[in-house]
């Protein structure tokens, strides 16, 4: 039996940032497990800055443990954390669209109408508010980074006056300058003494074309005298707008530019001996979507990327990486209880195997997933909020949670598909799929969809549309694999579906859909 109460330990939080506000840096460092073929060093020296992964695979929480480790020396060290969703919020992403605008009187109609021709170029709106961020992070310090010489103050003075914000505290508070007609709004007297080459677009001296006060931004801040000191700026949580609409199509166009932003500011950092790093984290869903307009980002991303996988392919099952990283998180527990730490808390914890098939505990863990570190920690939250008294987890606790763990999980891939689906047809998706036998054809799904829709109007909106895209999509995030002795599913590395083959649910989804499964004797029965 094991030493703790299964409530005393620190499972964590599906979603990292929420991980590092709970519990606090000291005891997310502790839980942190670095996955195979991981070298943090390369993102401490600036020679990889871009972190990609499926959603839930810990992009966030390497972030936060980066920028706990950079925070051990907060003298030479300084770091600041923008969260594209949450800290670009509607107003400020239309803003930096209308950055990007030659003059044209978009101006007029942008709230109701939001352009979204993906070959209006935002890079240089991205490089202005990261070169502001980085500027009023270290604007708060006294020493570092860079020498407080004339073209330091240059800077200063030129973004103070393009943003006109003296109450501006806040590095991430404002994106960008208000624009109108592609220019920006600045007194003569307030750069008067910076000897600016400025376009002025009035006689008067009052506005300046937003292109030519960027670019004069990104001169000066490449001119600058490096010091010692570092600074890094994170970047998180680039999300698209749910649903296929122009906001959707307008992110399309800020996350590829904020990715080349990224990019073009390393460049000026290496060129110029600055040490400043900026890293941003990138789900590969929303990576593929800006990609498949045709925009050209593969090559920065290969060059200075890391892909997080979880995945083990052969080798000892115990070795796995994620069984291993849930195993830390029970020996930390029992650290911080002090206790000794378990060796094998597989062996102390839990049973040995699972059900009627005697599965083994190991295969068992893994079989719930879909190889990421927040399926893991939503599958033993949800334990611990059921038998939070218990010091072992039995049949019966597995068999407690089963249902809650699938309907949670759905929910997570409901949201996935909103960003293609209306909210009606995803809906219908989860009609149409409900008590399927399993294994299933496309032509089982398709007699799905016409039988349910004269019943219900979600369903009835598939019609639309053809059922091997809807299956391929399905595929593609994890819900459905191909069924056989050696089941293929998206997470596993099989990147395309078969529709030729037999289909079937990934197994923590058979009990939502309440599919019934033909077994070898050829008799149904329905998985409750």
Known sequence: MG????????????????????????????LFFEYPNLDISKLLDGSVYYICGDKGTGKTMLLKYVESLIADNPDTNFSQFIRFKKDVDEDQRNQLKRAALPQAPFE??????????????????????????????????????????????????LLDAIYND?????????ILPKIKKGNVEITAASVAKLNLDLEWTDDSKKTVPFVNVG??????????????????????????????TKKYERDITLIR??????????????????????????????????????????????????????RQ????????????????R?????????????????SNYFLPEVGRAKVPIYNYILDQTWYRPRDIIRLFSIIQSVAGEKNYIDQQTFESVKQRYSEESWAEFEEILTVKYSDREVGGIKIALTGLQVPFTVSDFERSINGKASVFEEVELLQKKKVAFILRDLYDIGVIGNYGDFPRFSFKGEKDID??????????????????IRNKENRLDVYK
């Open 108 to 157: 007029e109609i942008i709230e109701s109408e939001i352009p979204t021709d993906t070959t209006i170029d935002c890079v240089l709106a991205w490089q202005v508010y990261l070169i502001k961020v980085t500027v009023n992070r270290l604007k708060a310090t006294e020493c570092g980074v860079f020498e407080r010489n004339d073209t330091w103050s240059k800077l200063c003075s």
């Open 166 to 174: 003296k109450n501006d505290t806040n590095p991430l508070k404002k």
């Open 330 to 346: 029970f020996q930390y527990s029992e650290e911080y209880h002090g206790l000794t730490p378990t060796p094998n808390i597989y």
């Open 257 to 310: 530019d904020l990715i080349f932003a990224v990019q073009y500011m390393n460049e000026i950092s290496k060129l110029n001996g600055y040490n400043v790093f900026l890293i941003t984290a990138i789900r590969n869903e929303v990576y593929q979507h800006v990609k498949s307009k045709g925009l050209e980002i593969n090559k920065p991303i290969h060059d200075f990327g890391i892909q997080i996988d979880w």
């Open 499 to 516: 529709p030729l083959l037999p289909l079937t649910f990934h197994y923590p989804l058979l009990r939502y859909f309440k599919a019934s």
């Open 3 to 30: 030493q703790l109460k299964l409530k005393d330990l620190y499972i964590g939080k599906t979603d990292g940032y929420n991980e590092f506000l709970e519990y606090g840096s000291d005891v997310c460092r502790n």
């Open 215 to 244: 670019k004069k931004v990104v001169d000066l801040y490449s001119s600058l005298t490096p010091c010692e000191n570092r600074i890094y700026v994170f970047v998180d949580e680039l999300e698209l707008s749910l649903k296929k």
């Open 313 to 328: 392919k052969g080798g000892n099952i115990q070795e796995h990486p994620l069984l291993k990283m849930l195993a830390r």
